[in-house]
């Protein structure tokens, strides 16, 4: 059956702050441990069918082939007995104690064994991310110092994307030898850099930046570099061999893009050389334009929310516009996201402490009663559920 997916996500973020010392749970803030059957109806409630799911890996991953499925076990069953069709996220934004963090040389392999454990253990999941957003993981992780291993250079980002993509290929690899027709979301966040003036160092390191979102996917869908970007990784650590590595692999035949947006994505490099949010300046059709010319893959709106919660419906209205209008120009667009289903915690400091401040952004808020956005979303959804697929996305079917 192939349709086009309308679909939420339960927000499931666990990256480690305060030097490795604290872990913020997403999963435990919004009290998903308590309610996971409820959340779970309100997605079929909504009438969504798709789930971005990412199970607590932190938790189940216990060491070397050592796994706890006991909470993934029960949500699964009641996912089946729902229908709903996750698109399970296996690493989003952090990893277990015992791995450390993405510097570690073992993260590709050690991912790639709890990827495969997965599909044994769960061969009726066909969807699946294996990293969330490679390029936020690394950056906060490894170049702005907020998250996981918290440094501050460019030797350090590189080393986590490169472990990061290396992870994803193997992932994806892995899964497919369990299930041939398996479809991966490779979600990433949607970033744009505007130079504030015509200053010659400014353009420079926007111009770079708009390189540097790109690292990422490019070693994952073996997309050659720029001469300049190439350089930039075999200064701070890649091998050439390993670039060569990256180069050889074949993952995108079945892989959807998966564009994440947020006003907060489209930046603006000031006078002093450093970033600030810009807003909505281009918006999402303009810059998944990029990516689409870059990867020429089917595309899915992976996230999208706002924290003014009365601006909502008009903010998920102006994102499915966004959708339409690409679509009309060709741009194979197989999905559409609100992220998430309920609020958030502590999203408005980007994780970078425990505050227990409540992030507005669900469609329902942590008692579990809906915003006005969840009735616009319900409403856009049976407006627009038979939404035909474009031609080049028909082998992503639910099977």
């Known amino acids: 059956m192939a349709e086009f997916m309308f679909a939420t996500g339960i927000e499931c973020s666990y990256p480690t702050i305060d030097g490795g010392r604290w872990r913020i749970d997403q999963l435990k803030e919004t009290k998903h441990y308590e309610n996971w059957k409820l959340d779970l109806k309100l997605v079929r409630d909504l009438g969504l069918r798709y789930l971005r799911y990412g199970p607590p890996l932190h938790l189940i991953f216990e060491a070397p082939d050592k796994y706890?499925?006991?909470?993934?076990?029960?949500?699964?069953?009641?996912m089946r007995q729902l229908e709903i069709v996750p698109i399970m996220d296996l690493c989003h934004f952090g990893v277990p104690d015992w791995l450390e963090n993405?510097?570690?040389?073992?993260?590709?392999?050690?991912?790639?064994?709890?990827?495969?454990?997965?599909?044994?253990?769960?061969?009726?999941?066909?969807?699946?991310?294996?990293?969330?957003?490679?390029?936020?993981?690394?950056?906060?992780?490894?170049?702005?110092?907020?998250?996981?291993?918290q440094l501050r250079s460019d030797d350090a980002f590189v080393r986590a994307t490169c472990n990061l993509a290396k992870a994803s290929v193997l992932m994806m690899q892995a899964i497919q030898r369990e299930r041939a027709d398996a479809v991966f979301v490779n979600s990433e966040s949607s970033e744009f850099y505007q130079a504030c003036c015509p200053d010659r160092e400014i353009r420079r390191i926007a111009d770079f930046e708009n390189q540097r979102r790109f690292i990422a996917l490019d070693l994952m869908y073996g997309v050659p570099m720029r001469g300049d970007v190439y350089a930039y990784l075999m200064?701070?650590?890649?091998?050439?061999?390993?670039?060569?590595?990256?180069?050889?692999?074949?993952?995108?035949?079945?892989?959807?893009?998966?564009?994440?947006?947020?006003?907060?994505?489209?930046?603006?490099?000031?006078?002093?050389?450093?970033?600030?949010?810009?807003?909505?300046?281009?918006?999402?059709?303009?810059?998944?334009?990029?990516?689409?010319?870059?990867?020429?893959?089917?595309?899915?709106?992976?996230?999208?929310?706002?924290?003014?919660?009365?601006?909502?419906?008009?903010?998920?209205?102006?994102?499915?516009?966004?959708?339409?209008?690409?679509?009309?120009?060709?741009?194979?667009?197989?999905?559409?996201?609100?992220?998430?289903?309920?609020?958030?915690?502590?999203?408005?400091?980007?994780?970078?402490?425990?505050?227990?401040?409540?992030?507005?952004?669900?469609?329902?808020?942590?008692?579990?009663?809906?915003?006005?956005?969840?009735?616009?979303?319900?409403?856009?959804?049976?407006?627009?559920?038979?939404?035909?697929?474009?031609?080049?996305?028909?082998?992503?079917?639910?099977?």
């Open 102 to 149: 993405f510097q570690n040389r073992e993260l590709p392999q050690r991912l790639t064994e709890y990827a495969t454990a997965f599909a044994k253990r769960y061969p009726w999941v066909q969807f699946y991310t294996p990293v969330n957003e490679m390029y936020v993981t690394a950056r906060m992780s490894a170049l702005d110092g907020v998250w996981n291993e």
């Open 235 to 399: 200064d701070h650590g890649m091998s050439r061999d390993e670039y060569q590595w990256f180069m050889e692999q074949d993952v995108a035949r079945r892989a959807i893009l998966g564009v994440d947006y947020y006003e907060w994505n489209e930046k603006l490099i000031n006078s002093d050389g450093k970033p600030e949010n810009l807003g909505e300046l281009f918006g999402w059709y303009v810059i998944t334009s990029q990516y689409y010319e870059r990867y020429k893959r089917p595309v899915m709106h992976t996230e999208t929310n706002t924290p003014d919660a009365d601006d909502a419906p008009a903010w998920l209205w102006r994102q499915w516009h966004n959708v339409q209008l690409i679509r009309q120009n060709g741009v194979p667009v197989v999905g559409f996201t609100w992220y998430s289903l309920q609020d958030q915690v502590d999203w408005n400091t980007g994780l970078n402490k425990a505050i227990g401040n409540i992030f507005p952004v669900g469609l329902y808020d942590l008692n579990r009663d809906p915003r006005p956005v969840a009735q616009a979303y319900k409403h856009l959804v049976e407006m627009f559920r038979n939404e035909p697929l474009l031609a080049g996305a028909e082998i992503f079917q639910v099977q």
């Open 68 to 78: 706890d499925w006991t909470f993934t076990d029960q949500v699964c069953e009641v």
